[in-house]
């Protein structure tokens, strides 16, 4: 009997092995050392340093180490490139991008042999989803290159682009950013990550074959001081990054204040919930490709595993049976299911978490076979036995590591997918498709897959929701990233707030007999300042108009407390929002006189023409409530993806000094209509027209805890609110200083942050803040990827 007979008669494992020659070749070709790629050319080859091969240990090249002045002259090469890159038509732009699509189909067995030789990911991934999927992204956006001006009038694009991509996706993470920085115009610096440099290397010779002009794609290898010199580097106008929750941090900190763009992909710990209706057997094998696909070295894999308690038993025998078939090898073998890890310190990392989760009384399942030595392998792992608050539960582990946990209700399984810190994707298995469309937007994650998972295409925007970052990757979401308003380049400073001495520095001194201090408003009530203290507001020659409360780090405390219970509000209906934003201006139109009496008396300005900018602008995000929503996307696959338009949460706004009404209004109109509850200072030297505000709300329906408004110092209240965990997303104006320092505090929980850097952003010109510009501000896009067909 031949070989292949036998196999058909004892069902065995036979190896299908892939030929590494023509990688090898391509490597040789190159004396096995490598430069970077800067201004079309290869540099000389500086200090190197080996890219191996995980399944084995293997060097295969010597790549360069990139210095601070390697990155200075990339930086440059593409500077001078933009300018006759960025004024090429959409056409072609979009001619370069199709000629690099096409080529990358053309070399893509050699792309995917060199990816798993450099990755150790199995070559049936490189092969039929990685590289596949990279063309895609250049076809893709060679469509957005072309009709740009059409899709995003007024943007222009930011200019010289750093990107910093990680060793999960290497190939794939290029094509994520390199795609939508050359559609939208810009030029661009990427460093690949030191231990998958290759398959980028080889893309910059695709760059070259395709004819692109010179300094449009440099590719500079290195360590992190090599990516730390790009995002410091003062020439780039923005900085894309993908990789731990950690740098990304770091980066939003190092880029606090100047004025760079930034997007953040970042880390996951996604809930993979497996409903009692579920197909388990397609549950079980969507599990597979959810957290040991890769290795399970992907952002958003499933690796909290959450199982309706009524079938836990019957699902874990039939996940270990499974487990136990799967197989783990060379990665070049065609018929291997699991390959290396990336390195050895990320095998290290991934054994010092699960024996911490032993430790902590979890039940560690390996199944019982054996695994290559020589190379980063490890086994497929079940930890059970398990609490929300364990280590492997609440890090993300980054390796072939399934953490599982039961559940009684669709309530209880939504509270312990959101039980993190992270929000990048969620997996759901249910045959019954409403109760998967009722979980789906209750699951703050950027992406969500019914009876699916890991689907990607680039016409689905991609990315986090949290602390796994912001921005998004693919769709039309991830071309605008890469975009910003043309006029925001000609913003000039804002003067300065001129100082008004009090007539007495006595604070007994002035006001009536009867105390007229304007009370905060916290939960939909008046609250004193938990500082016991008031400020003085003075008018325009320094009388003493009337007192605020000074509040303080309790009364912030209080305001968010009060938001957060008041998160049902983007629940609302877009109508029933819109319809309270109609009756608010309508009741503020009824009071116009009153208000700006008010404006009056605090600034010596005739008030009339701001109360009535202040009604139109309710007016116009109330119209807008019902209208700013998603679109339905229909990738290459059976399924579609609905773009959900959400609320980023609980909104915290320190309002311009200036127009003390108007800019005030201007900033909650669009977060109000969008459904996230706000915490507002109002401006800090006339902050009576809003204190008299919650008159208005209350009158207007605005449910408690919706608006929040806490006056005092907003220098002051603005680091606390930056620092606070509790808010999601915050907008700032005021000086560059304070600008810089909120951007920078606000790290801690990685909140989206809108500041104006001491630019003069004129709220009244309704051309351009009566749209768009802050709503897309207010929200985040969640795509649910929905099957269909037979």
Same mark, same amino acid.
């Given at each position: 009997?031949?070989?292949?007979?036998?196999?058909?008669?004892?069902?065995?494992?036979?190896?299908?092995?892939?030929?590494?020659?023509?990688?090898?070749?391509?490597?040789?070709?190159? @004396?096995?050392?490598?430069?970077?790629?800067?201004?079309?050319?290869?540099?000389?080859?500086?200090?190197?340093?080996?890219? @191996? &091969?995980?399944?084995?240990?293997?060097?295969?090249?010597?790549? $360069?180490?990139?210095?601070?002045?390697?990155?200075?002259?990339?930086?440059?090469?593409?500077?001078?490139?933009?300018?006759?890159? $960025?004024?090429?038509?959409?056409?072609?732009?979009?001619?370069?991008?199709?000629?690099?699509?096409?080529?990358?189909?053309?070399?893509?067995?050699?792309?995917?042999?060199?990816?798993?030789?450099?990755? #150790?990911?199995?070559?049936?991934?490189?092969?039929?989803?990685?590289? /596949?999927?990279?063309?895609?992204?250049?076809?893709?956006?060679?469509?957005?290159?072309?009709?740009?001006?059409?899709?995003?009038?007024? +943007?222009?694009?930011?200019?010289?682009?750093?990107?910093?991509?990680?060793?999960?996706?290497?190939?794939?993470?290029?094509?994520?950013?390199?795609?939508?920085? =050359?559609?939208?115009?810009?030029?661009?610096?990427?460093?690949?990550?030191?231990?998958?440099? =290759?398959?980028? =290397?080889?893309?910059?010779?695709?760059?070259?074959?395709?004819?692109?002009?010179?300094?449009?794609? %440099?590719?500079?290898?290195?360590?992190?001081?090599?990516?730390?010199?790009?995002?410091?580097?003062?020439?780039?106008?923005?900085?894309?990054?993908?990789?731990?929750?950690?740098?990304?941090?770091?980066?939003?900190?190092?880029?606090?204040?100047?004025?760079?763009?930034?997007?953040?992909?970042?880390?996951?710990?996604?809930?993979?919930?497996?409903?009692?209706?579920?197909?388990?057997?397609?549950?079980?094998?969507?599990?597979?490709?959810?957290?040991?696909?890769?290795?399970?070295?992907?952002?958003?894999?499933?690796?909290?595993?959450?199982?309706?308690?009524?079938?836990?038993?019957?699902?874990?025998?039939?996940?270990?049976?499974?487990?136990?078939?799967?197989?783990?090898?060379?990665?070049?073998?065609?018929?291997?299911?699991?390959?290396?890890?990336?390195?050895?310190? +990320?095998?290290?990392?991934?054994?010092?978490?699960?024996?911490?989760?032993?430790?902590?009384?979890?039940?560690?399942?390996?199944? @019982?076979?054996?695994?290559?030595?020589?190379?980063?392998?490890?086994? /497929?792992?079940?930890?059970?036995?398990?609490?929300?608050?364990?280590?492997?539960?609440?890090?993300?582990?980054?390796?072939?590591?399934?953490?599982?946990?039961?559940?009684?209700?669709?309530?209880?399984?939504?509270?312990?997918?959101?039980?993190?810190?992270?929000?990048?994707?969620?997996?759901?298995?249910?045959?019954?498709?409403?109760?998967?469309?009722?979980?789906?937007?209750?699951?703050?994650?950027?992406?969500?897959?019914?009876?699916?998972? %890991?689907?990607?295409?680039?016409?689905?925007?991609?990315?986090?929701?949290?602390?796994?970052?912001?921005?998004?990757?693919?769709?039309?979401? #991830?071309?605008?990233?890469?975009?910003?308003?043309?006029?925001?380049?000609?913003?000039?400073?804002?003067?300065?707030?001129?100082?008004? /001495?009090?007539?007495?520095? &006595?604070?007994?001194?002035?006001?009536?007999?009867?105390?007229?201090?304007?009370?905060?408003?916290?939960?939909?009530?008046?609250?004193?300042?938990?500082?016991?203290?008031?400020?003085?507001?003075?008018?325009?020659?320094?009388?003493?108009?009337?007192?605020?409360?000074?509040?303080?780090?309790?009364?912030?405390?209080?305001?968010?407390?009060?938001?957060?219970?008041?998160?049902?509000?983007? %629940?609302?209906?877009?109508?029933?929002?819109?319809?309270?934003?109609?009756?608010?201006?309508?009741?503020? +139109?009824?009071?116009?006189?009153?208000?700006?009496?008010?404006?009056?008396? +605090?600034?010596?300005?005739?008030?009339?023409?701001?109360?009535?900018?202040?009604?139109?602008?309710?007016?116009?995000?109330?119209?807008?409530?019902?209208?700013?929503? #998603?679109?339905?996307?229909?990738?290459?696959?059976?399924?579609?993806?609905?773009?959900?338009?959400?609320?980023?949460?609980?909104?915290?706004?320190?309002?311009?000094?200036?127009?003390?009404?108007?800019?005030?209004?201007?900033?909650?109109?669009?977060?109000?209509?969008?459904?996230?509850?706000?915490?507002?200072?109002?401006?800090?030297?006339?902050?009576?027209?809003?204190? @008299?505000?919650?008159?208005? =709300? *209350?009158?207007?329906?605005?449910?408690?805890?919706?608006?929040?408004?806490?006056?005092?110092? $907003?220098?002051?209240?603005?680091?606390?609110?930056?620092?606070?965990?509790?808010?999601?997303?915050?907008?700032?104006?005021?000086?560059?200083?304070? $600008?810089?320092?909120?951007?920078?505090?606000?790290?801690?929980?990685?909140?989206?942050?809108?500041?104006?850097?001491?630019?003069?952003?004129?709220?009244?010109?309704?051309?351009?803040? *009566?749209?768009?510009?802050?709503?897309?501000?207010?929200?985040?896009?969640?795509?649910?990827?929905?099957?269909?067909?037979?």
């Amino acid at each position: 009997m031949n070989k292949i007979a036998q196999i058909f008669e004892t069902l065995e494992y036979g190896p299908a092995p892939e030929s590494a020659q023509p990688a090898l070749d391509w490597l040789k070709a190159h @004396d096995g050392i490598f430069g970077h790629f800067i201004n079309g050319a290869w540099t000389r080859p500086g200090k190197t340093f080996s890219s @191996d &091969n995980p399944a084995n240990g293997q060097s295969l090249a010597q790549v $360069s180490e990139g210095t601070a002045e390697d990155v200075d002259k990339a930086v440059k090469a593409a500077r001078i490139a933009f300018k006759s890159w $960025s004024a090429l038509s959409g056409y072609e732009r979009a001619k370069y991008l199709y000629a690099i699509a096409r080529l990358v189909q053309k070399h893509s067995r050699l792309f995917a042999v060199l990816e798993s030789l450099d990755n #150790g990911k199995p070559i049936r991934e490189s092969r039929d989803i990685d590289i /596949p999927l990279v063309a895609r992204h250049f076809y893709h956006h060679a469509g957005w290159g072309q009709h740009r001006d059409r899709e995003f009038p007024g +943007q222009v694009p930011y200019g010289v682009c750093g990107q910093i991509i990680p060793w999960n996706f290497p190939l794939l993470m290029l094509a994520w950013k390199i795609a939508p920085a =050359l559609a939208a115009g810009n030029t661009v610096v990427l460093k690949p990550a030191e231990f998958t440099s =290759l398959t980028a =290397l080889l893309f910059a010779e695709i760059c070259e074959k395709a004819g692109l002009p010179k300094g449009v794609v %440099n590719i500079v290898t290195g360590f992190g001081d090599t990516g730390q010199a790009i995002v410091a580097h003062p020439d780039i106008d923005k900085i894309a990054f993908t990789g731990s929750t950690e740098v990304g941090k770091a980066i939003r900190a190092a880029t606090a204040g100047t004025g760079k763009g930034l997007s953040l992909e970042l880390g996951g710990k996604s809930p993979y919930i497996v409903f009692e209706d579920a197909d388990i057997d397609s549950a079980i094998e969507g599990l597979v490709d959810a957290i040991w696909f890769n290795q399970g070295q992907v952002c958003c894999a499933g690796s909290r595993l959450l199982i309706q308690e009524s079938i836990e038993d019957r699902f874990i025998a039939k996940l270990k049976k499974r487990m136990a078939s799967l197989r783990v090898g060379d990665p070049l073998d065609k018929a291997i299911d699991i390959g290396a890890l990336v390195a050895p310190v +990320q095998v290290e990392r991934v054994r010092d978490l699960v024996k911490k989760g032993a430790a902590e009384g979890a039940q560690v399942y390996e199944p @019982d076979f054996d695994i290559p030595g020589g190379g980063c392998f490890l086994k /497929p792992t079940l930890i059970t036995n398990v609490s929300p608050s364990h280590t492997v539960v609440t890090e993300e582990i980054f390796g072939p590591v399934l953490v599982a946990m039961s559940f009684r209700t669709p309530e209880e399984a939504v509270a312990l997918a959101n039980n993190t810190r992270y929000g990048l994707a969620a997996t759901i298995w249910s045959e019954n498709i409403n109760l998967a469309l009722d979980i789906a937007p209750k699951i703050k994650a950027g992406v969500v897959w019914i009876n699916g998972t %890991n689907n990607f295409d680039a016409a689905v925007g991609f990315g986090g929701y949290k602390e796994s970052g912001f921005g998004r990757e693919g769709g039309k979401e #991830g071309m605008g990233v890469y975009m910003k308003p043309a006029w925001e380049k000609d913003l000039k400073p804002a003067a300065a707030a001129k100082a008004v /001495p009090a007539k007495s520095a &006595n604070p007994l001194d002035g006001g009536d007999s009867i105390d007229q201090t304007a009370k905060m408003y916290i939960g939909g009530k008046q609250a004193r300042p938990d500082s016991g203290y008031s400020r003085p507001v003075h008018g325009p020659g320094g009388n003493l108009v009337g007192e605020v409360g000074d509040g303080n780090r309790k009364d912030i405390r209080n305001a968010v407390e009060a938001a957060r219970a008041a998160l049902g509000w983007g %629940n609302a209906s877009a109508h029933n929002r819109s319809q309270v934003l109609y009756f608010l201006a309508e009741n503020l +139109q009824y009071r116009r006189a009153e208000f700006a009496a008010r404006i009056r008396e +605090q600034t010596g300005e005739k008030g009339e023409a701001e109360v009535d900018a202040a009604v139109e602008r309710l007016f116009a995000f109330a119209g807008w409530a019902d209208k700013y929503d #998603g679109a339905v996307h229909n990738p290459p696959l059976r399924a579609i993806a609905a773009a959900m338009v959400e609320p980023i949460g609980v909104l915290a706004i320190v309002a311009p000094a200036a127009r003390p009404l108007l800019g005030s209004v201007a900033l909650l109109a669009p977060a109000l209509a969008m459904g996230n509850p706000v915490v507002l200072v109002p401006s800090d030297k006339a902050p009576l027209s809003v204190t @008299d505000l919650y008159q208005v =709300l *209350e009158t207007s329906d605005v449910p408690s805890g919706v608006v929040n408004i806490v006056t005092g110092d $907003s220098a002051v209240l603005a680091r606390t609110l930056a620092e606070h965990d509790g808010v999601d997303a915050m907008w700032y104006f005021g000086d560059a200083a304070g $600008s810089t320092m909120v951007e920078k505090a606000s790290t801690g929980n990685l909140k989206q942050t809108w500041t104006s850097r001491g630019l003069n952003y004129d709220l009244a010109d309704t051309g351009k803040f *009566e749209g768009d510009y802050f709503l897309r501000r207010a929200t985040q896009v969640k795509n649910v990827w929905v099957p269909y067909g037979a």
